[in-house]
C-alpha cells in the first residue's frame, strides 16, 4: 500500500497521528480509511502529512527522515521508545524520552564501549554525546558546553548526572581502586558527590517529579592539557525559595528538611530544638512520604557527601540549625491589636527558640518584626506594623535565610572543587536548567525561564546555521544561508532591550504609586504594535501574551513588582550580620537589602541596593547572570540534549502523544527540524546513492569505470529531477525534504515489477522443464509397450534364439573398426593440441604484454607510493605545524578572551563615545583652536612688536624730516583754523544725537548681552572684524583724500601767506577779531573732538548691531525726516559742516595712494604666504593619503590573517570577526581624530589671525580718531565762514527730500536683496569655507592697515607739532591782518573749496551706504548661519537637558530624602578622584621647567577660559542667587516636613539616607560650580585689571597725545566685557612687548604666574571643601529638623517633589553651562588614552600577523608538491584576499573622491569670491548715493553713545557691586567653614555619647549575655569586643 501512496498520517485526538489509507479525493477533502480500524473519515488535504518509506523506521537521527514532519518524529520516537531505545538523534539534538525504569545503559561496560567511538559508529546515548565534546575538546582544544534541558520530570539531573559519572570515568586522574577514599576525598569523587548535596537541598517533589530541580545549574568542569579534571565550579540560577514557606498539594519542600527530621537522632533533634512535621506551619502538607525515597538512608547520604566534600561537623551542625531557625519562623503567631495597626506576639516561645538558633536577643528579634527602627538623620524612631506586614517580613527573612544558605553551600562545594594546583586548559560545562514551559497563566519566574530558553534556541539555530554552512562551504554547495538565530530576535528584544518587558518592571519599581496594573498598562501602550507581543481580550484571565517560538504564552502580572524587588526587614538583616553565630554572620555578611522604609515609601520595593546607592531587581540580577552564561556558551562549541516527559502518570512504556509533541514543540526539536527544512537536509554519498537507485536509471551508466560524481548527475539527469530539489557536492548529493521518498516509492514500484517480471519467468522455466518430462515419460511408455509386445511375440521363435546365441560373439569383427574409430579420434585429438599450443602461445605473449603492464603499473605505483609518503611526511609536518598554530591559536584565544572582558567592562563608555563623538569632535574643535590660536597670536604678536619698532625708527626720521616743513604748514592751516568757528552749534546738535543713540545702545546692549553666548563669539569676531575692514578702508580713503586736499591747501595758503605778509598793516584792524574766533574754535574743536571718538566707538557698536537696529533705524529716520523740516537752521548747519568735512578729506588723497602702494605690497605678501600654506596642506594631505594607504595594507594583511585562522579553525570566526569590526572601529576613531584636530588647528590659525586684525583695527580706530578729532577742529574754523551760505538751505532741504526717496527706493533694493540673500542660503557652506580664505585676506589686510596706520599717526604728530607752530603763525598773522578783503576773499574761496567737499563728501557718503549696505547682507548670511549652529545647539543641549531633567526627576522622585547619605558618600569618592586628577595637573604643571612652550600654551589655554567665562558670570550670579533663594525656600519647606514623617520615620530609615545624600551631593556640586565661577570671575578681573594698566603703559610709550590716549582708554576698558578679541589682543601685544624686550624674564613671570594660578586653583578646592562641609552641616539641620517633623507630609512631599524638579533643572543648566567647559579635556585626555590602547593592540596583532605570514611562507615553500590539491583553498584565499583589498582600495578611492570634492569646493568658493567682489564693486557704485544719508546715522551714533556711557556706569557699578559681594561671600564661606568643623565636632561628641548611652543601656538588662561571656570587669575584652561590634554598626548607620 505505501508504495501505492496510499498511506498517510492524519491527525487523531488522543494519538497524535494515525496511519490511514487513501482512498478517494472530494475537492479538498480525502477520503481515508485508518489502518487500526478500517474506518473511513474525510480529512483536509492540509492536515494529512506524508509517511516515511518502511526504510525509516526507527531511524536513529531524525534528521534523516525524508519526511520531516511532526507526525513522523512522533513515530520514530514511539517506536524507539517501545523498543526500549530512549535516545534519538535529531540534528544537533540528542532527544531523551524518561523511561520511568532502571535500565542497564549506564555501566562502567557501556561506558567503555562508547569510549573513543564516533556517533555513528554506536547506538544513541548520552555518553556518545559527552564523549564527542570530550574528544572535540582535546583535540581542537574548544570548550565545550551540553545543554540538558525539558520539564519537570523528564530527566534532565539524571542525564547531568551521567555526564558527570562518565567525564568522571574517563577524565580521572588517578587509576580506579577499591581502596577506601580519604576524608575529603579525591576530586572525581567530590564531583560525584556534589549531586546529592544539591538534590537534597534544590530538590523537591512536585505533582510531575518526585525528585524535581527547583534551580538550575552550569556545572563547570576544568581540564588540563593532558585531559584529566583539574577542578569544577558550579553556579545556580533562579532557586525557588518560595517553596519553603508554602507547597501545592500532594508537593513538598525541600528533601533536606524531611531528610533533618526523620533521619536524626531525637537528642540532635532536641538540641537543634527540631519538632515533628506536622508542627510546622511552613510545612502545609506535613511529613509527607515519597514512594520510593527512604529519607532516613538520603540523610546519610548527604552526610557522607558532605565529609566527602570537606564539610566539617560544626559547620553541618551550624546548617542543621540554620534549617530549623528557618522552619520555626513559620510558627510564629502574631495578633493585632483592636483599637490600633500595631501587631503584637503573645506568646514569645518560638521567637526564644528562634533567636537561640540564630544566636540573637529573642528582643532584639520581637522589636525589630514588630517595631522596626527606622533611621531619620542622626536618630532613629520606631514604626508600628501590622499582622500582615509582620507576617509578610517573616516569610521574607525565611525565604532568605534559606537562600543564603543554599548559596553558601554551593560556595562551599565550589571551594573543594576548585582545591587542585593544576591549571585547566579547557572545560565542559553542563547546563542543567529548567525548560520552556506553557501553562494556563504563567508567571514572573516563568517568563525568566522562557526568556532563557529563546536565548538557548537561539544559540542552538545560530550553531545549527554555522554547521549546515561550514557542511554546504566543503561540499561547494551554492545556497543562500539564513541565519535562523535571527527569527527570536524580536521575542528577545521584546523582553530584554531597554523599554522591554524586564525595563518596564525595573521603571515601575521606581514609582512610589506603580502597581501590577500600572505596569500592565504600560506595557500594553509601549508594545501594542509590536508584532510578538499580543493584548488580552477583555474575556481573558491573562494580562497579556507573548508569541515565543514555542507558541503564544498567556501572562498574569500578579505581584511582578513584589517579586521583582524581593523586600527584606532591613532590622532583622542588621541583627543577623552581628549574630553571636559565626556561621550566621558569615552567611549574611554580604548581604543586600531593600528595607521597610523604601516599602512604606513607595508601596513597591526596589532591588538590592549596590555600592553606587542604585536598587538591583531580581530582573537585573537574573539578566546579569543570564548574560554571562550566553557569554560562556557563545564561547563555546555547544551540544543539546532535549528531555521529555512522556505522561504524566510516571508510567513505563506508556506515551501521551500530544505531551509529547508539545514538548518537542518547546523544546525546539521541532523548530530545528522546520530549520532543516528550509536547506538540504537529506544527504547521501554518491557511491550509496548508485547502488540504492542505479535500477531506476537502466542503461544510463555506461559500462566501465565511471566517476562517482559524473554518474549520480547521468543519473539525475535520467530521473528529470527539480534542480531546486537537489545539489550536487564534492561528496554527496544533497535533497530536499520529501525528495529520498518520492525516489523510495519509485524504485520500491520498480523493484515490484522486476520481482513480478522474474518469478513468472521462473514459474514458465519449471513448467516447461515439468511438461517436457512428462514427454519423454509418455515416450518412454510407449516403447517399454511396444517393446514388451514384441518381446511377447518373438520370444518363441527358434530364429530368434540363434540370433541371441550368434549376437555375443560378432564383437570380434568389429576390433577394425573401433581401431579405425580410435585413429580418427587421435587425430581429432591432435589438431586439438595444436590448436590449444596457438593459444597457448597467444596467452603467453598476452601474459608478458600483462607482466610488463604489470611492472609499469607496479613502478608507477611505487612512485605514487614515494609521492603519498612524502605527502604523509608533508601531512605529518604540517598536523604538527597545525598543531604549533592551535596552541598559538589558543593563546590568542586566551589574549581574546582577556580582550573581550576588558571590551566588555570597556563597552559602556565606548558607547558613550561614540553617541557624543559628535559633541566631542566639535568641542575639540573649538579647544583645539582656542589653545593654537594663543601660540599663533604670540608669534604675531612678536612680529607686531618688531614692526612698530622698525615704524618708531621710521617715524624718528620721518619727524626730522617734517621738522623742517612744519613752519610752511602752520601758516598754511592759519586759514583752515579761522573756518573752524562755525561747528561750535554743529558740535552742540550732535552731542544730542549722541545721547540718544548711547540710550538706544544701551538698551540694545542688554538685549545682547542676555542673547549671545559663548558659540556665537566667534562669528562675532569675524563680523565684527569685517565690518571693521571696511569702514577702515573707507577711512583710509577719506584720509588719502584729506591729504591730497590739504596738501592742495597748502600750496594755495602758500601763496596766500605771502600776500597776507604784504598786506599785514592791512589786517591790523581784524587780529583782535580773528583771535577770538580762534580761541572759541579751540574750545569747540575740543570738544567735538570728543564727540567724534564717542562717535566712532558708538558707530563701530551700531554696526555690529545693525540687524536688531533695523526697526529702530527706520523710526529714527522718521524721527531725523520731521525733525528736517522742523529745524531748517540745523540741517543748514549739518549741510554746511559736510562741505567742509568734503573740503578736508580731499588732502588725504595723497595718504590713500600711498596707503595702496603699500596694500599692494602686503596682498603680495600675502599671497605668497597663502600659497606656502597651501603647499603645507597638500604635503599634510599626501602625508595622511600615505598613512591611509599604509592602514589599509595593514588592514589587508589583518584580513589575510584571519581568513587563514578561519581556515584552520572555523570555529573562530566570530572573535575574529570581533577583532576585525574593533580594529576598524579603531581606524575610523583615528581618522575622525586626525580630522579633528586639522580643523581644529585651521579654526585656531583663522582665530589668531582675526583677533590679530581686531588688535590692529583697534589701534588704527584711535589713530584714525584722533585724526578725526583734529579734522574736525579745522571744520569748526571752517564753519566759522559758512554763515553766508544760509541761502543755499533750501536747497539742500529739497535734496534732503530726494534723498529720502533715494532711500526708500533703496530700502526697496534691500528687501530685494534679502530675497537675493534667502537664495543664496544653500551656498551657506560654501561660504563659510571662503570665510576662512576672507579671514586670512582680512588679516593680512589688517596688518597693512596697522602699518598705514602708525604712518598716518606719525603724520598726526606731525600735525600736532605744526598746530603748535599754526598757533604762534596765528599771532603774526594777527598782526599782520590789516584789512577784511583778504578775508572776503578767502571765505569766497573757502566757500566754492567747502561746496566742493560738499559734493565729495555726497559721494563718500553713498560709498557708505552701499558698503554698509553689503554688510548687512553679509551680517544676515552670517547670522542666519550662526543661527542655525545656534538652533543646532540649542537642541543638542535642550535635548541633553530634557534627559537630565527626566533621569533627574526620575532619581529625585525614587529615592526621596532617604538618599542624601548615599550621594554623599558617592559625591565624596568622585571629589576624591577630582582631587587626584587635580593634583595630576599640579604635577604636570610643575614640569614647567621642563617645557616652557607648553607651559605657555597652558597659561594661555586658561586665560582664554576665564575671558570665556567673564560674559557668564552675570548670568550665573543671577543664577547663584535663584539657587541660594531656592535654598533658604528648600530649608523653609523642609521646616514644614516635620508633621509628616513620624509616622513613616521606621519605615524610611534607609532611603532616607539614600535621598539625603543625592540632595547634598546637588547642592555641594551646584555651590562647587559657583565657586569656580566666582574662582574664574575673580581671576579674570585681576587679569583684566593687570592688562589694564599694561596696556595703558603701551599705548602711553607709542602714542605723544596722552590725554586723547587716555580718554579712549577709558572707553575701551569699559566695552572690554563686551570686547573679548580687544583685551586679547592687548594682553597679546603686552606679551610680545615684553618677549622682545625682555624674553628670558618674561619667561619666569610666566611660570610664576601658572604657579600662582595652581595655588589659587587649590585655595578654591580648599574652599569647596569648606562649602561641602557647609552643606553638611545643613543636611545634618534638615535631618535634626526632619526628625522633630509634625503632620504636614502630604503637603511637604508636593513641596518637596516641585524644589526636587527646580533643581534639577538648575542643576541641568548648571551642567550645560560648565562640566562640558571643564570635563572636555579630560574626556578627550580618556579617548586618546583608549585610541592609544587600541592602537596598542593593534600594533600587537599586526605583529602577530607578521609572525603568522613568515610561517605562511614556510608552509608555501613546503607545500610546493602539494599545489594542486591546494589550488582550490589557495583560489579561495587569494579570492577572500582580492575582497579585502578591493574594499580597501574603495576605500581609499571614497577618500580621494572626498578630497577632490573639497577641491571643487574650493574652487567652487573661489569663484564665489570673485562673484562676491564683482558685487562689492556694484555696492560701491551704490554706496555714492547712499553716502548723504550720513548725517541720520550720526545722529543716531549721538544717541548711541549717550546710551553707552549710561551702560559704562552701570558696568562700573556693577562691578563694584560684584567685588563688594564677593568679599562679603568669602566672609561668609569662611564663617560657614568654621561653623561646620565645630558642628562636626559637636557630632561627632554626640555620638559618642549616644553610644557610650546604647551601650550603658544594652548592658543593664543582658544578664544572659553576660553569663555566656564571664563577670564583667572594666578592662574585659568581652565588652571591648560589644563596644567595637556596636561602634562598627553605628559607623555602618552613619
Known amino acids: 500500500e505505501w508504495s501505492q501512496k496510499r498511506l498517510v498520517w492524519v491527525p487523531h485526538e488522543t494519538a497524535g497521528f494515525v496511519a490511514a489509507s487513501m482512498k478517494r479525493a472530494q475537492g479538498e477533502e480525502v477520503e481515508v480509511e485508518l489502518v487500526e480500524t478500517s474506518k473511513k473519515v474525510l480529512v483536509s488535504r492540509d492536515d494529512m502529512q506524508k509517511m516515511n518509506p518502511p526504510k525509516y523506521d526507527k531511524q536513529e537521527d531524525m534528521a534523516d527522515l525524508t519526511c520531516l514532519n511532526e507526525a513522523s518524529v512522533l513515530h520514530n520516537i514511539k517506536e524507539r521508545y517501545y523498543s526500549g531505545l530512549i535516545y534519538t538523534y535529531s540534528g544537533l539534538f540528542c532527544v531523551v524520552v524518561n523511561p520511568y525504569k532502571r535500565l542497564p545503559i549506564y555501566t562502567e561496560k557501556i561506558i567503555e564501549i562508547y569510549k573513543g567511538k564516533k556517533r555513528h559508529e554506536v547506538p544513541p546515548h548520552v555518553f556518545a554525546i559527552t564523549d564527542i565534546a570530550y574528544r572535540s575538546m582535546l583535540q581542537d582544544r574548544e570548550d565545550q558546553s551540553i545543554l540538558c534541558t525539558g520539564e519537570s520530570g523528564a530527566g534532565k539531573t539524571e542525564n547531568t548526572k551521567k555526564v558527570i559519572q562518565y567525564l568522571a570515568y574517563v577524565a580521572a586522574s588517578k587509576p580506579k581502586s577499591s581502596s577506601h577514599l580519604p576524608a575529603t576525598g579525591e576530586l572525581e569523587q567530590q564531583l560525584l558527590k556534589a549531586n546529592p548535596i544539591l538534590e537534597a537541598f534544590g530538590n523537591a517533589k512536585t505533582v510531575k517529579n518526585d525528585n524535581s530541580s527547583r534551580f538550575g545549574k552550569f556545572v563547570r568542569i576544568n581540564f588540563d592539557a593532558s585531559g584529566y579534571i583539574a577542578g569544577a565550579n558550579i553556579e545556580t540560577y533562579l532557586l525557588e525559595k518560595a517553596r519553603i514557606i508554602r507547597q501545592a498539594p500532594d508537593e513538598r519542600t525541600f528533601h533536606i528538611f524531611y531528610q533533618l527530621l526523620l533521619g536524626s537522632t531525637q537528642e540532635f533533634k532536641s538540641n537543634i530544638l527540631l519538632e515533628d512535621a506536622k508542627n510546622y506551619t511552613f510545612m502545609t502538607q506535613g511529613g509527607l512520604r515519597v514512594p520510593g525515597i527512604d529519607d532516613i538512608e538520603e540523610f546519610t547520604a548527604t552526610q557522607n557527601a558532605m565529609k566527602v566534600m570537606g564539610i566539617s561537623d560544626d559547620d553541618m551542625t551550624s546548617i542543621w540549625r540554620v534549617i530549623s531557625a528557618s522552619l520555626l519562623f513559620g510558627n510564629m503567631e502574631f495578633k493585632q491589636e483592636r483599637n490600633t495597626d500595631q501587631a503584637t506576639l503573645p506568646d514569645n516561645t518560638v521567637a526564644q527558640k528562634v533567636a537561640h538558633l540564630l544566636g540573637i536577643q529573642v528582643t532584639d528579634l520581637t522589636k525589630a518584626f514588630l517595631k522596626p527602627r527606622i533611621k531619620v538623620g542622626r536618630d532613629y524612631v520606631t514604626k508600628a506594623q501590622t499582622k500582615e506586614q509582620v507576617e509578610f517580613a517573616i516569610e521574607a527573612i525565611g525565604k532568605a535565610t534559606y537562600e543564603r544558605l ?165 532590622n532583622i538583616v542588621q541583627y543577623l550580620q552581628a549574630s553571636q553565630d559565626p556561621f550566621v554572620c558569615h552567611i549574611w555578611k554580604d548581604a543586600e537589602i531593600v528595607g521597610m522604609a523604601q516599602q512604606a515609601m513607595t508601596d513597591t520595593q526596589f532591588g538590592r541596593v549596590t555600592r553606587k546607592g542604585m536598587f538591583r531587581t531580581v530582573s537585573q540580577l537574573y539578566k546579569e547572570q543570564l548574560s554571562k552564561l550566553m557569554v560562556t556558551l557563545r564561547n563555546t562549541n555547544p551540544n543539546f540534549v532535549r528531555c521529555i516527559i512522556p505522561n504524566h502518570e510516571k508510567k513505563a512504556g506508556k506515551i501521551n502523544a500530544p505531551l509529547v509533541l508539545d514538548q518537542l514543540r518547546c523544546n525546539g526539536v521541532l523548530e530545528g527540524i522546520r530549520i532543516c527544512r528550509q536547506g538540504f537536509p537529506n544527504r547521501i554519498p554518491f557511491q550509496e546513492f548508485r547502488q540504492r537507485y542505479e535500477l531506476l536509471t537502466p542503461n544510463v551508466i555506461p559500462k566501465g569505470f565511471m566517476d562517482g560524481k559524473k554518474a549520480c548527475e547521468k543519473m539525475i539527469e535520467a530521473l528529470e529531477l527539480d534542480p531546486g530539489l537537489f545539489r550536487i557536492g564534492q561528496s554527496k548529493i544533497f535533497f530536499r525534504a520529501g525528495v529520498l521518498a518520492h525516489l523510495e516509492e519509485e524504485r520500491d514500484l520498480r523493484i515490484t515489477d522486476l520481482v513480478v517480471k522474474f518469478q513468472a519467468y521462473c514459474r514458465g522455466l519449471l513448467a516447461r522443464r515439468n511438461y517436457q518430462k512428462r514427454v519423454q515419460q509418455l515416450n518412454a511408455i510407449r516403447i517399454l509397450q511396444r517393446n514388451c509386445a514384441a518381446y511377447l511375440k518373438l520370444r518363441n521363435w527358434q530364429w530368434w534364439r540363434l540370433y541371441t546365441k550368434v549376437k555375443p560373439l560378432l564383437q570380434v569383427t568389429k576390433n577394425d573398426e573401433k581401431v579405425m574409430q580410435k585413429e580418427n579420434e587421435l587425430k581429432e585429438i591432435t589438431e586439438k593440441l595444436h590448436h590449444h599450443e596457438a593459444e597457448v602461445q597467444n596467452l603467453d605473449k598476452q601474459y608478458q604484454q600483462a607482466l610488463e603492464e604489470k611492472n609499469i603499473l607496479a613502478e608507477q605505483l611505487q612512485a605514487e607510493t614515494e609521492l603519498c609518503a612524502e605527502a604523509e611526511e608533508m601531512r605529518a609536518r604540517l598536523a604538527a605545524r597545525k598543531q604549533e598554530m592551535e596552541e598559538i591559536i589558543h593563546d590568542m584565544e586566551a589574549r581574546i578572551e582577556e580582550e573581550e572582558e576588558k571590551v566588555l567592562k570597556s563597552g559602556e563608555e565606548r558607547k558613550k563615545l561614540q553617541q557624543h563623538i559628535q559633541d566631542l569632535e566639535e568641542q575639540l574643535e573649538e579647544e583645539e583652536a582656542a589653545r593654537q590660536k594663543l601660540q599663533i597670536e604670540k608669534v604675531q604678536a612678536e612680529a607686531k612688536m618688531k614692526q612698530f619698532e622698525e615704524q618708531l625708527v621710521a617715524s624718528d626720521d620721518f619727524k626730522e624730516k617734517f621738522g623742517k616743513d612744519k613752519k610752511n604748514l602752520e601758516e598754511k592751516l592759519s586759514d583752515v583754523s579761522a573756518t573752524l568757528a562755525e561747528e561750535e552749534e554743529k ?341 563659510e569655507k571662503n570665510l576662512t580664505t576672507a579671514s586670512q585676506q582680512l588679516a593680512d589686510a589688517r596688518r597693512k592697515a596697522e602699518e598705514e596706520s602708525e604712518q598716518v599717526a606719525k603724520l598726526e604728530e606731525y600735525k600736532k607739532k605744526q598746530m603748535k607752530d599754526f598757533e604762534e603763525m596765528q599771532h603774526r598773522m594777527e598782526e599782520v591782518q590789516s584789512s577784511n578783503e583778504k578775508l572776503d576773499k578767502s571765505k569766497k574761496k573757502m566757500s566754492a573749496e567747502l561746496d566742493d567737499a560738499n559734493i565729495e563728501l555726497d559721494s563718500h557718503r553713498s560709498k557708505v551706504l552701499e558698503l554698509e549696505k553689503k554688510q548687512r547682507n553679509f551680517d544676515k548670511i552670517l547670522a542666519e548661519e550662526k543661527m542655525n549652529g545656534e538652533r543646532i545647539s540649542t537642541e543638542r543641549d535642550n535635548a541633553e537637558r530634557d534627559a537630565r531633567e527626566k533621569e533627574t526627576k526620575l532619581l529625585n522622585l525614587n529615592r526621596g530624602l532617604e538618599e542624601l547619605q548615599a550621594q554623599l558618600d558617592e559625591s565624596e569618592r568622585s571629589r576624591r578622584q577630582l582631587q587626584a586628577e587635580l593634583d595630576d595637573l599640579v604635577n604636570t604643571q610643575g614640569t614647567a621647567d621642563k617645557n616652557v612652550h607648553e607651559l605657555e600654551k597652558a597659561k594661555r589655554q586658561l586665560e582664554q577660559e576665564l575671558v570665556e567665562q567673564k560674559t557668564q558670570l552675570e548670568e550665573l550670579e543671577d543664577e547663584l542667587q535663584q539657587t541660594e533663594d531656592q535654598k533658604m525656600r528648600l530649608e523653609v519647606n523642609m521646616q514644614a516636613l516635620k508633621t509628616q514623617f513620624e509616622r513613616d520615620l521606621a519605615a524610611k530609615e534607609e532611603a532616607g539616607e539614600e535621598k539625603r545624600r543625592g540632595m547634598a551631593k546637588q547642592i555641594r556640586d551646584l555651590e562647587a560650580e559657583l565657586d569656580e565661577e566666582r574662582k574664574q570671575k575673580q581671576a579674570a578681573v585681576n587679569a583684566k585689571k593687570k592688562l589694564e594698566t599694561d596696556y595703558k603703559d603701551l599705548e602711553s610709550t607709542m602714542d605723544m597725545n596722552n590725554k586723547l590716549k587716555e580718554d579712549a582708554l577709558k572707553q575701551l576698558k569699559k566695552l572690554q566685557q563686551a570686547m573679548k578679541e580687544i583685551q586679547r589682543d592687548a594682553e597679546e601685544a603686552h606679551a610680545s612687548k615684553n618677549e622682545v624686550l625682555q624674553q628670558s624674564k618674561d619667561l619666569e613671570k610666566k611660570i610664576k604666574a601658572l604657579e600662582s594660578d595652581l595655588v589659587q586653583m587649590q585655595e578654591d578646592l580648599s574652599a569647596a571643601e569648606r562649602a561641602r562641609r557647609t552643606a553638611e552641616s545643613e543636611r545634618d539641620e534638615l535631618a535634626e529638623e526632619l526628625s522633630s517633623s509634625g503632620s504636614k507630609g502630604a503637603l511637604a512631599i508636593d513641596e518637596k517633589r516641585r524644589l526636587d524638579a527646580r533643581i534639577a533643572a538648575l542643576e541641568g543648566e548648571l551642567e550645560e553651562e560648565q562640566t562640558q567647559s571643564e570635563m572636555l579635556m579630560e574626556r578627550a585626555r580618556k579617548a586618546q588614552i583608549s585610541i592609544e590602547q587600541l592602537t596598542t593592540e593593534l600594533a600587537g596583532e599586526r605583529g602577530n600577523a607578521q609572525k603568522m605570514e613568515n610561517s605562511k611562507m614556510m608552509l608555501e615553500r613546503q607545500n610546493k608538491e602539494l599545489k594542486v590539491k591546494l589550488e582550490e583553498v589557495e583560489n579561495s584565499n587569494r579570492a577572500k584576499a582580492k575582497a579585502a583589498i578591493a574594499a580597501l582600495e574603495s576605500k581609499v578611492s571614497n577618500l580621494e573622491e572626498q578630497l577632490s570634492a573639497e577641491a571643487q569646493e574650493r574652487m567652487l568658493a573661489a569663484k564665489g569670491n570673485r562673484k562676491l567682489e564683482k558685487k562689492i564693486k556694484e555696492l560701491l557704485m551704490q554706496l555714492e548715493d547712499e553716502r548723504r544719508h550720513a548725517d541720520q546715522y550720526k545722529e543716531q551714533n549721538e544717541k548711541t553713545n549717550g546710551r553707552m556711557k549710561a551702560m559704562r556706569r552701570q558696568l562700573d557699578e556693577a562691578e563694584e557691586e560684584i567685588s563688594r559681594e564677593k568679599a562679603h561671600r568669602r566672609k561668609a564661606q569662611r564663617e560657614l567653614d568654621d561653623f561646620v568643623e565645630s558642628n562636626e565636632s559637636m557630632n561627632r561628641e554626640i555620638n559618642n555619647l549616644k553610644n557610650k548611652l546604647r551601650r550603658g543601656m544594652s548592658g543593664l538588662p543582658s544578664s544572659r549575655l553576660l553569663k555566656g561571656r564571664g563577670s564583667v570587669v572594666p578592662g574585659d575584652d568581652s565588652i571591648a569586643d560589644t563596644e567595637s561590634v556596636d561602634g562598627g554598626g553605628e559607623e555602618s548607620e552613619k
Open 406 to 570: 543554599f548559596k553558601w553551600i554551593v560556595t562551599r562545594i565550589n571551594r573543594s572543587l576548585d582545591r587542585t594546583k593544576r591549571q585547566g586548559a579547557s572545560f565542559i560545562g553542563i547546563l542543567d536548567i529548567a525548560g520552556f514551559e506553557i501553562f494556563e497563566l504563567n508567571s514572573f519566574e516563568q517568563l525568566c525561564i522562557n526568556y532563557t530558553n529563546e536565548k538557548l534556541q537561539q544559540l542552538f539555530n545560530h550553531t545549527m546555521f554555522i554547521l549546515e554552512q561550514e557542511e554546504y562551504q566543503r561540499e561547494g554547495i551554492e545556497w543562500k544561508f539564513i541565519d535562523f538565530g535571527l527569527d527570536l530576535q524580536p521575542t528577545i528584544d521584546l523582553i530584554e532591550k531597554p523599554m522591554g518587558i524586564m525595563a518596564l518592571v525595573d521603571e515601575e519599581c521606581w514609582f512610589p504609586k506603580a502597581t501590577d496594573k500600572s505596569f500592565v498598562e504600560k506595557l500594553v501602550t509601549s508594545h501594542a504594535v509590536h508584532p510578538k507581543f499580543v493584548k488580552s481580550d477583555f474575556k481573558s484571565t491573562a494580562d497579556f501574551s507573548i508569541l515565543h517560538y514555542a507558541g503564544q504564552v498567556n501572562y498574569s502580572a500578579a505581584q511582578w513588582l513584589m517579586k521583582n524587588m524581593d523586600p527584606l526587614n532591613e
Open 987 to 1327: 558740535a552742540k546738535h550732535l552731542l544730542k544725537l549722541k545721547a540718544k543713540h548711547e540710550s538706544t545702545i544701551g538698551e540694545l546692549e542688554d538685549k545682547l548681552r542676555k542673547d549671545n553666548q559663548q558659540k556665537q563669539e566667534v562669528e562675532r569676531a569675524k563680523r565684527k572684524c569685517e565690518t571693521e575692514l571696511g569702514d577702515m578702508k573707507e577711512q583710509v580713503l577719506e584720509r588719502k583724500q584729506q591729504v591730497e586736499e590739504i596738501q592742495l591747501q597748502l600750496g594755495k595758503r602758500e601763496e596766500e601767506v605771502a600776500q597776507a605778509l604784504m598786506k599785514v598793516d592791512e589786517e591790523a584792524a581784524a587780529k583782535a577779531n580773528a583771535q577770538k574766533a580762534l580761541r572759541e574754535l579751540e574750545s569747540q574743536l575740543g570738544e567735538v573732538v570728543e564727540d567724534l571718538d564717542a562717535e566712532k566707538e558708538a558707530r563701530n557698536k551700531a554696526e555690529k548691531q545693525k540687524r536688531d537696529l533695523n526697526e529702530e533705524l527706520e523710526a529714527l529716520k522718521n524721527e531725523l525726516l520731521d525733525s528736517l523740516d522742523v529745524t531748517a537752521a540745523q540741517q543748514e548747519l549739518r549741510t554746511a559742516r559736510e562741505k567742509e568735512l568734503a573740503n578736508i578729506k580731499k588732502s588725504l588723497e595723497d595718504e590713500t595712494s600711498n596707503h595702496e602702494q603699500m596694500t599692494t605690497d602686503m596682498r603680495h605678501k600675502h599671497s605668497h604666504e597663502i600659497s606656502q600654506i597651501n603647499n603645507q596642506l597638500d604635503q599634510l594631505k599626501k602625508t595622511k593619503t600615505q598613512a591611509e594607504k599604509g592602514k589599509s595594507q595593514l588592514e589587508a594583511e589583518l584580513a589575510d590573517l584571519a581568513n587563514e585562522l578561519k581556515a584552520t579553525s572555523g570555529n573562530k570566526q566570530e572573535a575574529e570577526r570581533k577583532r576585525k569590526q574593533l580594529e576598524n572601529h579603531a581606524g575610523e576613531l583615528n581618522a575622525k581624530l586626525t580630522e579633528s584636530e586639522s580643523r581644529c588647528t585651521e579654526a585656531q590659525e583663522r582665530l589668531g589671525k582675526i583677533l590679530n586684525e581686531m588688535e590692529s583695527m583697534g589701534s588704527q580706530l584711535q589713530e584714525a580718531e584722533t585724526r578725526a578729532s583734529q579734522a574736525s577742529k579745522s571744520t569748526d574754523g571752517l564753519e566759522a565762514q559758512l554763515s553766508e551760505v544760509a541761502a543755499n538751505l533750501e536747497e539742500e532741504t529739497r535734496q534732503k527730500l530726494a534723498v529720502n526717496s533715494k532711500l526708500r527706493a533703496l530700502e526697496n533694493e534691500k528687501e530685494h536683496l534679502l530675497e537675493q540673500v534667502e537664495e543664496e542660503e544653500g551656498k551657506a557652506k560654501t561660504l
